[in-house]
């Protein structure tokens, strides 16, 4: 246990297997237990210089999800920090963009307790800066892993003190003054909380249980029981056999739409009146122009597996487009490094200047609700979006390899050459033409290969999905 004194000596722990690219994840208690979560807490405090005496701000704000392990982590986690000298301010259970909110408003680094789409068993810490900054690999959370496996230093100094702090109400009211929704027409919207965290905040900032105003909004709830367990389906709506119930549901309520969350509900999808799932693409979209009328000339993020729509849709409302590698780190760091507005990646995630540059499903919610809500009476969310509806997508498609680099370069040197057909190693490969492309990613952590392909017709994404298929898969194991 990490002291006022120093570590003590444990057996050696995998931490790579558990601290990753961009968070701590991993099976409870195998994988990840109070023990580590105590450690990491104390290293934060080093690593950030969170301590007042050191010119930090003295404290970090603590959520955590649903999930049953979440208690015993959590207090083992402000046991390591307040044993630094450090507070600790919980605020309870909270969505994952909740906790942003509160390192946002309160001006203090956070930890989430989550595994956000993960299966019961596992848990997790998404740490962030003052400000909802993300702490990946390059940004702290290496230099917290070498602290955990070399041991902590000795602190002698008086310990620091947990308070609780309840946020929801402020984070609704928040989310409500970024997008409007008092003058909306009336809208039938089915929710699947997935018995995540969605359950909790989906009331507070859609309906009145923060005791806001009442919406024009039918909501109609599905899976919002909190339960880590998730006795009805995994909690990831990227997967298409977790959004049926929803889309079932949505046809049988004749719902103007419907919307899934994650387990950690910063992700949001989207249903149309029809149950057929609206690409995140297609989401980037409509809120890059609604964003850019508020925001003349300003730039979108958006990341490489994004469609083409997107840029285009970008460029026709005079904004400027920059395309950057998939993942938050690289999405955060370039709105920063650009002044960007707001960005959006393939995988549900959508992040906003107005919101610390952090993620949020449910305001990006809101901003599809508020969009829907402005049309004339009888329109249709299909066709709302249909102007973002302009190609044809395979969807990603994975492939186990036994080497995806030789995998990779087979197909770069398949399309090496060919006329019109240009290639980028931006993040995996990127090969394009005028009328299709696509990419081919590896994973962070399997022996896989992600393929996402693009055309203006079936045919033609049809016909490159398998020949580049058939080079991936003829290299297999």
Known sequence: M???HGSEARPPRNLDAVIKAYDVRGVVPDQFDSDLARDVGAALVEVLGVRASDGGPGAVVVAQDMRPSGDALVEAFAEGV??????????GLASTDGLYFASGVLELPGAMFTASHNPARYNGIKLCRVGAAPVGQDTGLRQIR??????????DGEPGVVTESDMLARYAGYLRDLVDLRRSRPLTVVVDAGNGMAGLTVPAVLGTAAGLP????????????????????????????NLRDLQAAVMAQGADLGLAFDGDADRCFVVDEHGHAVTPSAVTALIAQRELAKHPGATIIYNCISSRTVPEVIAENGGVGERTRVGHSFIKARMAETGAIFGG????????????????GMLAALHVLAALGETPEGTTLSQMLAPYDRYIVSGEINSEVADPAAATALVARTYDGRTGITQDRLDGLTV??????????????????????????????????????????????
């Open 214 to 241: 009442e919406l024009p909004l039918r909501i109609v709830p599905m899976y919002f029981e909190l339960d880590g367990t998730f006795p009805h389906h995994e909690a990831n709506p990227i997967e298409p056999e």
């Open 345 to 360: 990646e393939h995988s549900g995630h959508f992040y906003f200047t107005d919101f610390w540059r952090a993620d949020s």
């Open 432 to 477: 394009a033409a005028p009328e299709w492309w696509f990419n081919l990613r590896p994973s962070n952590t399997e022996p896989l290969l992600r393929l996402n392909v693009e055309a203006r017709d079936a045919e033609t994404m049809e016909a490159i999905r398998d020949e580049v298929l058939a080079l991936v898969r003829g290299t297999s194991a």
């Open 82 to 91: 307040t044993s630094r000298g450090c507070d600790v301010v919980r605020i």
């Open 2 to 4: 990490a002291t006022g």
């Open 146 to 155: 070498d602290l955990v496996e070399s041991g902590l230093p000795s602190f």
